[in-house]
């Protein structure tokens, strides 16, 4: 059963329709891509979901709940959490104390001078940075991490808070391809293992390919098409919107060239 509900979500920005009439529903336990051209509405679809943008008609439910009109703060309390393109860390902090203040944080903990935040949930800590493999690295600072490590670590700190729904900005992005595989490998398994909804938007069709159980395609903030990966892939539909009808997704290298910001859309 969906424990997200979304119906009618509509943007607009002046004159530009960015999301128009955007519904999806979300199962626990399912891996849900967001794909579409730049400037599909991708982007605005995530910011009203996580209450940074009203919507200018529409409705989303988690768990029979209505988010439109709440504040992030509060959609993060109901059990939203959020990885953005550009990771939000403490550089200053070692990889251990970023978790621990984000435990704080979700057990509403104060910021007192005692017990200091450094002896806080270190047990909870330890078995986040385990679950995405960054145990070997607690004690680093997070200024120091490589790119693919601080993607971990921003997931542990989004986990801290037990989100039954993560939505994830572009992952991927920037990551080389085998760290790539792993992070989404790694997402799917916490997906299975807590069994949470994850939303993610992702512009490289391999990762999108590989792991998504389903694909939900805008265009022009519209629904193109809502199926699983072979059922996407093989859309005349999409594929005119991605290839110009020009080739299909299985062609080797066919989407660099029709679709400039798109990757990767060779057989995953
Ligand atoms: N704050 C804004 N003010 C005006 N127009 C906006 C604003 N945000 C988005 N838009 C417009 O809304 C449309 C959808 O943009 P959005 O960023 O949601 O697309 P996207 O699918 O996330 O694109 P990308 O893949 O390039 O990130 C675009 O035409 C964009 O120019």
Known sequence: MSFLEVRGLSKSFGGVRAVNEVSLDLKQGELLALIGPNGAGKTTCFNMLYGQLKPDQGSVKLNGQELVGQTPRK???LGVGRTFQITATYASMTVMENVQMALISHHRGIFSVWP??????RPEAKALLELVGMESQAERAASVLAYGDLKRLELAIALAHSPQLLLMDEPAAGMAPKERVG???????????????????EHDMDVVFSHAHRVLVLNRGEILAD???EEVRA???VQEVYLG?????G???AGEEASGKQ???ADA
């Open 263 to 265: 990757e990767g859309l």
């Open 75 to 77: 959609i993060w309390r």
């Open 227 to 229: 199926g699983s990966v």
């Open 235 to 237: 859309n005349p539909r």
């Open 116 to 121: 200091p935040a450094s002896r806080r949930h």
């Open 183 to 201: 992070l989404m490998q790694l997402t799917a398994d916490i997906v299975k293992e807590r069994n949470i909804g994850v939303l993610f938007t």
């Open 251 to 253: 062609e080797q290298g």
């Open 245 to 249: 009808g020009g080739s299909t997704f």
